[in-house]
């Protein structure tokens, strides 16, 4: 650097030299102000640290014969006949240097000015009167900084003007209600902040405004309908608010509208109707409602419309009357009614979007032949009928979703056709027949999923040929047969669901083959046999595997202790034998992973301990003497303890009779009902355990009464949770405690506290958990010392387990369960620092076909917004809480304060890493993209409107890819803007 302030000093000194030594005969041979341009240049040259494309900006030698100095032949000038500079037009040439350093006033009779897409930093300059004569300033794609300043309206002839992707912030000068000439104003991506100025309708001959992505807010002017010749409309991602005017109908040459992701309400105002030429409209991710008014059908050149994540409703109008429309984007609003009949045959058509509403059709009748059509999600209607073979003929499709309707039939074997296919969903529907063979020519699908219909036959072996297929969902069917082999050959398969069908014989060894295998391997509730096949250990990335409610038989092969990625296994019902595999997944899995077996062992609570395999005759007879000894010593000691004990009894007796005639008193005389835990635990012990409930035993409080930790006499330790007494102590607050207690005691999943026993009654209530030491996420979070225990990977496995216990509850249970208290304070964790759910008190069963209105329960900023006014229980409730407790996991802290700036778009670009927990250090490159991955997922879980939020079977799903498909900028360059777009 010293260096090159140094040569750049000589060389302005030897400028400056120059200049002196040549001075009478450049005053006789070039104009005043053109020697004043060539000085301005120089000098700016001379400060930029990368000019080579300015090779050309030179000064003659002092030996040169010309006695004229002209930049009209350097690269990037133009000049007018008099030699004066007129144009600097440098745009992607590698410019470094601050824009400060060039002097604008030396240029008056400067027209264009530009050097977008450089590197040059700077504010813009207050002192624009010289370049009164410019026209066309474009300084895009650079980092310039500061506010725009107000003296930009007395550049009144510009026509072009384009300061985009920079750092600009500040508001939106109302001067700029001066340039008068402009055709072109483009000010999008930059940091710019206030309200639209009503002055920019003075632009009578503004044709592209885009203001978007910036921080904007206030209502959008009315006053923008004035400018009648504007074809392009950006003001998407910003926070512009209020709902749309209606004098934006008077844009009747707009031919795009974007304004998607802001804060409007209300509905789209008829006079759209008046949009004839538009040929783009985006407004999705807003908050609007209403139905589509009728008038749109007048939109005959409509190529795209983009509405996702609104509250519309009421029918779709026909959009496809013009032949037009190539594009339609719906999903996740209200619509319902039909399908416009002029979808039919609309030829147009490349993408279609309209699942997540309540649209009506049948489907062999409301679609056509597509020749274009790429992408297709009709997913989550209420459509019927049978699947047309005219699919077949759409031969550029590459996504094709018609999962949760009601469609019935069989699947069209012409399906196998579309060559280009990568996505098949035709789950959650009443398909039946056999899976057609003519699957196997997909080689490009990557995603099947089948599952949940009534579809028979066998696995076709030509499965085998989709290699690059990643996931396979056929679960929930009839299909019958082995597992072909071939299933092997899918060596890039992620995810893997086969369970709750009637297959039978043995598990291929092949399926080892799938070493791509991460997210799920899932072959229960079948009629599989045979022995495990020890290949299966060559699955070592795989996070979760399911073979329970099967008839295997033999071992579980030892080779699974290096299956080192397990999370999650279940071996239950099926007559499995011998010890475990000492691996620490298997040494510390719930018993229920094993129950209903033939004779497994192990060092886990509920299974038989391992027979040594065998004793040397010379360590028998030491045994033999071993033994002898230990009876006599074991006799005196029986004797001993016997009479301690009778001691013992008597007096644990009276004191047991004491406790119970206090809580006897408590209740009202009333007896107790208690559910005993393997008829060992029994309310007895747990009141001797508490000594009465003791304070001293107490380790935690709240609005649902009290837990204590008790150490039974079996040596067990459980938390007890004594409730507060129900309400009113009523006959329908006792059925409802024991319908969701029925309910709890059905739950078996790793990552939700167990639930051992209970004991009912009107006035008093326990319930009896297992014991978790690390305590509950609030506590370690709050702890430096437990928060610096709590690592990036320890915390996204926390995250993950969170969400896998509430797609349990929401997607696997008999009836759905939502919990409705999630909170950090509810998340404990084990000494691994493995997550569970608790504290169901709150708890609600989903009753189909009813209207689950509930009390407003829940911990005061993890309850999701609409409950507090629709008094409405969802699963999405949940999803939002989820949302708060992960990012919590992720900032160290509550994100209230994160939640409140993301709604207003004030800290919008925040980056993600200033906001993670700083006490400790960033993730490891590993380990970086699944905490993006799952801070992203956080966002999409608490977006304001819960249809826009996904389910938690989708959270979880796809936090065990860890979000493998996406790509992301830098870690250390993410902002939060950036994952609140991103598509989750």
């Known amino acids: 650097m010293a260096i090159h302030k140094s040569l750049s000093l000589a060389f302005l000194l030897f400028f400056l030299h120059f200049l002196s030594f040549h001075a009478t005969s450049f005053a006789t041979a070039t104009p005043s102000s053109a020697l004043s341009e060539v000085e301005a240049l120089m000098k700016w040259k001379v400060s930029l640290s990368a000019a080579q494309a300015l090779h050309s900006w030179s000064l003659p030698s002092a030996n040169s014969t010309t006695n004229t100095i002209s930049p009209c032949n350097w690269t990037g ?11 600097i037009r440098l745009p992607s040439v590698g410019l470094q240097g601050k824009l400060d350093n060039l002097s604008f006033p030396s240029f008056p009779n400067l027209l264009n000015l530009d050097l977008s897409n450089n590197t040059v930093i700077g504010t813009i300059p207050v002192h624009l009167d010289p370049l009164y004569k410019l ?13 725009i300043p107000l003296e930009i309206g007395n550049l009144v002839n510009l026509t072009e003007l384009d300061l985009s992707t920079n750092h600009l912030d500040g508001s939106i000068p109302s001067t700029i209600g001066n340039l008068t000439k402009l055709s072109i104003l483009y000010l999008h991506q930059n940091r710019i902040y206030g309200s639209i100025p009503s002055q920019i309708s003075n632009l009578q001959d503004l044709v592209q405004l885009l203001l978007s992505q910036n921080n904007l807010t206030g209502p959008i002017p009315p006053a923008l309908g004035n400018l009648r010749n504007l074809t392009v409309l950006d003001l998407h991602l910003n926070q512009v608010s209020g709902s749309i005017p209606p004098e934006i109908g008077n844009l009747v040459n707009l031919k795009k509208l974007f304004i998607s992701r802001n804060l409007l309400t209300g509905s789209i105002p008829s006079t759209f109707g008046n949009l004839t030429k538009l040929t783009f409209l985006s407004l999705f991710y807003c908050q609007l409602s209403g139905s589509l008014p009728k008038e749109m059908t007048n939109m005959t050149n409509l190529s795209q419309l983009y509405l996702d994540g609104n509250n519309f409703s009421g029918y779709l109008p026909q959009l496809c009357h013009g032949g037009s429309l190539e594009k339609i984007c719906v999903p996740n609003n209200h619509f319902t009614g039909e399908i416009p009949r002029s979808f039919t045959n609309c030829t147009s058509l490349t993408r279609v979007r309209l699942n997540g509403n309540r649209l009506i059709a049948n489907v062999s009748e409301a679609f056509g032949v597509y020749p274009h059509l790429r992408y297709m999600d009709v997913s989550n209607n209420m459509l019927f009928g049978e699947l047309s073979p005219n699919w077949g003929e759409c031969q550029n499709l590459t996504k094709l979703q018609f999962s949760g309707n009601m469609i019935t039939g069989r699947i069209p074997p012409e399906i196998g056709q579309l060559m280009r296919l990568e996505v098949l969903g035709l789950s959650s529907n009443h398909l039946v027949g056999e899976i057609p063979k003519e699957f196997g020519r997909l080689t490009f699908l990557y995603n099947l999923t089948l599952n ?43 995810y893997l669901k086969l369970s709750e069908n009637v297959l039978n014989g043995s598990i291929p060894f092949q399926i080892g083959n799938l070493v791509y295998l991460q997210g799920l391997l899932d072959l229960s509730h079948n009629s ?6 020890p290949q299966l250990a060559k699955l070592v990335s795989l996070e979760n595997l399911n073979l329970s409610h099967n008839m295997l038989s033999g071992s579980i092969p030892p080779s699974f202790e290096g299956m080192v990625s397990l999370q999650s ?22 018993a229920e992973a094993f129950i209903k077996n033939k004779g497994l062992c192990g060092k886990v609570q509920g299974l038989r301990p391992c027979n040594a395999s065998s004793i040397s005759h010379g360590d028998a007879r030491k045994g033999h003497k071993v033994v002898i000894l230990v009876i006599l010593l074991f006799s005196v000691l029986f004797l001993l303890f016997a009479i301690v004990g009778i001691i013992s009894s008597i007096y644990y007796q009276r004191r047991r009779r004491r406790i119970e005639k206090v809580l006897l008193e408590r209740s009202g005389g009333n007896t107790f009902s ?13 009141v001797e355990a508490t000594e009465g409930f003791d304070e001293k035993y107490c380790i935690g409080t709240g609005g649902y009464g009290k837990v204590y930790k008790a150490n039974l006499p079996a040596g067990q330790v459980v938390a007890v949770k ?39 009654h009107a006035r008093f209530s326990l319930l009896v958990y297992e014991y978790l030491e690390r305590g509950s996420l609030a506590s370690i979070l709050s702890n430096d010392e437990g928060a610096t225990q709590l690592d990036w990977t320890a915390r996204v496995k926390v995250i993950k387990g969170v969400a896998h216990a509430l797609s349990y509850m929401h997607h696997d249970c008999t009836m759905p369960i939502v919990h409705r208290d999630l909170s950090s304070n509810n998340v404990l964790l084990n000494s691994e620092l493995e997550a569970s759910v608790s504290d169901f008190g709150t708890a609600r069963l989903l009753i189909p076909d009813s209207s689950n209105w509930t009390t407003l329960a829940g911990t005061c900023g993890y309850i999701a917004p609409e409950l507090a006014y629709t008094m409405r229980v969802t699963e999405k409730c949940d999803v939002y809480s989820f949302g708060v407790v992960a990012l919590e996991v992720m900032i160290g802290r509550h994100p209230g304060q994160l939640i409140s700036s993301l709604s207003s778009l004030n800290r919008d670009d925040t980056l993600l890493k200033d906001m993670l927990d700083q006490r400790l250090s960033g993730p490891t490159a590993e380990v970086a993209r699944e905490v993006i991955f799952a801070v992203s997922m956080a966002l999409a879980c608490i977006r304001p409107d819960p249809d826009s939020r996904p ?20 870690f250390h360059a993410l902002t939060f803007r950036q994952l609140m777009d991103l598509k989750v």
């Open 135 to 147: 026209t066309y300033l474009n300084l895009s794609s650079n980092e310039i900084s500061g506010s």
């Open 528 to 533: 599989l046999n045979g022995k495990i096949p």
């Open 77 to 87: 000038i133009s000049c007018n006949s008099l030699g004066s500079v007129t144009e």
């Open 674 to 686: 208690t559910w005993n835990y393997d008829g060992i635990v029994t309310f007895e012990d747990i």
């Open 722 to 760: 004594k409730l507060h007494p129900l309400e009113g102590g009523n006959q329908s607050d006792q059925r409802s405690f024991r319908t969701e207690i029925k309910a709890l005691t059905e739950i078996r999943h790793r990552n939700i506290v167990k639930l051992y026993g209970f004991c009912s």
């Open 452 to 494: 949940d219909n009534q579809l028979s036959g066998q696995l076709p072996q030509e499965i085998g040929k989709l290699s690059n297929l990643e996931i396979l969902d056929l679960s929930m069917n009839h299909l019958s047969g082995p597992i072909p082999p071939q299933l092997g050959d899918c060596s890039k398969l992620r």
């Open 569 to 590: 296994i279940d071996f239950s019902y099926n007559a499995l034998e011998g010890p475990l595999p000492s691996s620490k997944c298997f040494q510390k899995a719930p």
């Open 951 to 970: 389910t938690m079977h989708h959270v979880a799903q796809e936090l065990s890819v860890g979000g493998s498909s996406f790509s992301l900028e830098p």
